[in-house]
């Protein structure tokens, strides 16, 4: 273990922009649901109602989980942000993880790092108390917003110990597959695939009613914490004691491989390449097929899952007619369900932002492992290399927005007897969305071209508009801050009047923006020549 303090402190110093990010993120978001729930549902029998219509809506149990109180805004608020803030805070564990220990040991600066007074121990777990310490101080930050909005201090601690809790367990998830392959991306790829199926386990279990199932699901667990009714504290220390048990696993499946080396053997390659890569296009296609494949599934799911949901939620929205009215109002949309849908495919949209971002910053990533030396010293320019990545964020984030509406049209249209024009009609919305997705990734070609030491600021600026987009309303932010948001000039869809002249305006930034990037990137030397 010895100099895991330096290395501590150099993964706290590599991270600030990030981890800051992620913490602003899930914090600001659970604050703004539950003064949202507060202002949308004062009265008791409104909160009672809508308790009702969640438990006789298995569609929306799978979504969200079930509500183990109804009666109060602390009830309803774990209810409805249980689930989403504990996929935000297993991504960001088990990235923080896998960047620390697994891309360490791939990009070789973990055997530099080694030849110094470092024991072995001392990279994993430096990677692990950083993230588990994150964990914890968004515990802490979750317990004083939702205090400082009126909510019972123990309840809001027993919530944000969940969520805490949580994180550990995928934290120690990535650990372990940390030391299962030799490559970050597959190490990152087997504790993603864990975390979605300990999400379709809780959904299968909720929606079914099937407790048993739920209970296999570290997601689930959270939720089984039941904050702010009854708070099951007995729930956290089961969920610390896997996070131990897991992270002793890893330990010991650490000190039976080498270092650069995993567990499970790697399969050789063919002898020669195919001969369709035989271009940066092909090139790009076979380095990013992988990412994109995985979150088409994801959108699928999800677009199915909100399509699915649009009609239960036409009806919870009825029995208030104080949110019906404010939702009409703010979404500018003739109907509640195409209120919601507008409101899902912005949330698609948000998402599909995180894509762009990993597309683009592939580059990097390319150039830090000393491959793109190689490529740009053969006969290939440097603009055609950017571009053929480019290529795979701008069209990849459309291709993964058009699986998600689709599936949300065919779910939609299912249960609305209109399938042909519900698919049309969602499709042209999270088109829509594909705009304001590529500002965002022509954000981040300008800082990786021109200030490749700052890319993390990409990811902060997507955290900055998705927390403009929640709270700008709630906080009552001025007109021209939330407008710094390329997400707040889109016609609210479907069930919006369509305007193309701000979607012309956020495609031709967007181009701009790539094109400024790509030529100071053409103009500057490789990092670490």
Request: with cysteine; charged share 10%.
């Amino acid at each position: 273990m010895t100099g895991t303090l330096s290395l501590i402190r150099l993964a706290l110093r590599r991270d600030r922009l990030l981890l800051a990010a992620w913490i602003l993120l899930i914090v600001g978001m659970t604050a703004a649901t539950a003064s949202a729930i507060a202002e949308l549902y004062p009265g008791m029998a409104q909160r009672v109602a809508l308790g009702v219509t969640i438990g006789s809506t298995p569609a929306l149990q799978a979504l969200t989980g079930p509500v183990y109180d109804a009666t109060s805004v602390g009830g309803l608020t774990a209810w409805r942000a249980t689930t989403l803030v504990t996929v935000l805070v297993a991504l960001m564990s088990l990235f923080t993880v896998t960047r620390h220990t697994r891309a360490e040991e791939e990009s070789g600066r973990a055997e530099l790092i080694g030849a110094c007074p470092v024991g072995r121990q001392a990279i994993p777990a430096a990677a692990i108390i950083v993230a588990a310490g994150a964990n914890l101080l968004i515990a802490l930050l979750l317990t004083a917003a939702l205090t400082e909005l009126g909510l019972p201090v123990a309840s809001a601690l027993a919530f944000g110990l969940a969520i805490a809790a949580t994180g550990w367990v995928f934290t120690a998830v990535a650990a372990v597959t940390s030391q299962l392959t030799e490559h970050a991306k597959s190490a990152n790829a087997l504790a993603v695939a864990v975390l979605g199926l300990a999400f379709l386990l809780r959904a299968g279990g909720d929606a079914a009613g099937i407790e048993a199932l739920s209970w296999i699901s570290p997601l689930g667990w959270a939720q089984r914490v039941r904050a702010f009714a009854g708070d099951r504290w007995w729930v956290i220390g089961l969920t610390v004691l896997v996070a131990l048990l897991l992270g002793a696993i890893a330990a010991a499946l650490a000190r039976r491989r080498d270092l650069g080396s995993g567990v499970l053997p790697s399969r050789a390659g063919p002898a020669a390449a195919p001969p369709y890569l035989n271009s940066p296009l092909a090139l790009a296609w076979r380095l990013h097929r992988g990412s994109l494949l995985a979150w088409s599934a994801g959108f699928a799911v999800a677009g199915g899952l909100f399509g699915a949901l649009a009609q239960s939620v036409g009806e919870i929205l009825r029995d208030n007619a104080q949110l019906a009215q404010i939702l009409q109002r703010l979404g500018g949309a003739q109907a509640l369900i195409d209120t919601f849908l507008a409101a899902q495919t912005g949330l698609l949209g948000l998402v599909a932002g995180g894509y762009a971002v990993q597309a683009v910053l592939r580059l990097q990533a390319e150039e830090a492992t000393s491959r793109a030396e190689p490529v740009l010293a053969a006969a290939v320019p440097r603009r055609q290399w950017t571009l053929s990545h480019l290529i795979m964020a701008f069209g990849g984030a459309a291709m993964i927005l058009s699986v998600g509406g689709l599936t949300e049209g065919l779910a939609h249209g299912t249960r609305a007897s209109d399938i042909g024009r519900q698919v049309v009609r969602l499709l042209g919305a999270v088109w829509v969305q594909v705009p304001a997705v590529w500002v965002t990734a022509g954000l981040a070609m300008l800082l990786y071209g021109a200030l490749p030491q700052l890319t993390a600021l990409a990811w902060a600026a997507l955290v900055a508009f998705a927390l403009l987009g929640q709270l700008g309303e709630v906080l009552r932010l001025p007109e021209w801050l939330q407008r710094v948001s390329p997400y707040a000039h889109l016609p609210q869809m479907p069930g919006g009047e369509l305007d193309a002249v701000p979607l012309l305006w956020l495609t031709a930034l967007a181009l701009t923006l790539a094109t400024a990037g790509t030529t100071a990137f053409a103009r500057r030397d490789l990092i670490g020549t």
